[in-house]
Antibody, heavy 122, light 107 residues
Framework: QVQLVESGGGVVQPGRSLRLSCAAS????????MHWVRQAPGKGLAWVAA????????YYADYVKGRFTISRDNSKNTLYLQMNSLRAEDTAVYYC???????????????WGQGTLVTVSS | DIQLTQSPSSLSASVGDRVTITCRAS??????LNWYQQKPGKAPKVLIY???SLQSGVPSRFSGSGSGTDFTLTISSLQPEDFATYYC?????????FGQGTKVEIK
């Protein structure tokens, strides 16, 4: 079955960096777009970044543009999120999600990982 | 960016009730609208995609409708396991955005 397992979260000081990983299994990773979504404590879902199946295109939310970098290694079935210049407001659970295109031609998040908590605090 | 506004933000309902949640987009998104359910401490799970397509394995008491700017998620007969927070999401244009969520609580 499809599995997405995030890792790399933890407590980090403001201004420092962290790299999250998402290990995928149970599907052909290199066929699908992948995303990061975050959820601050007690708040709603916020899309963070996306990467095409082959890594050729990347998209970012304005609030992380220039600080975060999404990447993937299709030979390792792994998605990454490099987070630099972290701020207190980046504190959240970070989820990776697999994008699928339905029969109607629209995209949705078919599977999600369990999430990894990033806490930015001095 | 496309804004999604859900209403209500929260509701109290009883088992067996019919529940309707609405999602309004700030511009037309055709049928590029998905609904997710999230329980406390868990990842979200897709219920409805393309506005009205039921995801495999999701009970048929869930249904979605709408197109353009106005969408609805309906639970025909609320079950104990349906108490959760529900989010709409548009995938019409980047950045993909979510509604603020609707928390369904037990009356």
């Amino acid at each position: 079955q499809v599995q997405l397992v995030e890792s790399g979260g933890g407590v980090v000081q403001p201004g420092r960096s962290l790299r999250l990983s998402c290990a995928a299994s149970g599907f052909t990773f290199s066929n699908d777009g992948m995303h990061w979504v975050r959820q601050a404590p007690g708040k709603g879902l916020a899309w963070v970044a996306a990467i095409w199946y082959d890594g050729s295109n990347k998209y970012y939310a304005d609030y992380v543009k220039g600080r975060f970098t999404i990447s993937r290694d299709n030979s390792k079935n792994t998605l990454y999120l490099q987070m630099n210049s972290l701020r207190a407001e980046d504190t959240a659970v970070y989820y990776c999600a697999r994008e699928l295109i339905g029969a109607a031609g629209t995209a949705y998040f078919a599977q999600w990982g369990q999430g990894t908590l990033v806490t930015v605090s001095s | 960016d496309i804004q999604l506004t859900q209403s209500p933000s929260s509701l109290s309902a009883s088992v067996g009730d019919r529940v309707t949640i609405t999602c309004r987009a700030s511009q037309s998104i055709r049928n590029y609208l998905n609904w997710y359910q999230q329980k406390p401490g868990k990842a979200p799970k897709v219920l409805i995609y393309a506005a009205s397509s039921l995801q495999s394995g999701v009970p048929s008491r869930f249904s979605g409708s709408g197109s353009g700017t106005d969408f609805t998620l309906t639970i025909s007969s609320l079950q104990p396991e349906d108490f959760a927070t529900y989010y709409c999401q548009q995938t019409y244009s980047m950045p993909w955005t979510f509604g603020q969520g609707t928390k369904v609580e037990i009356k």
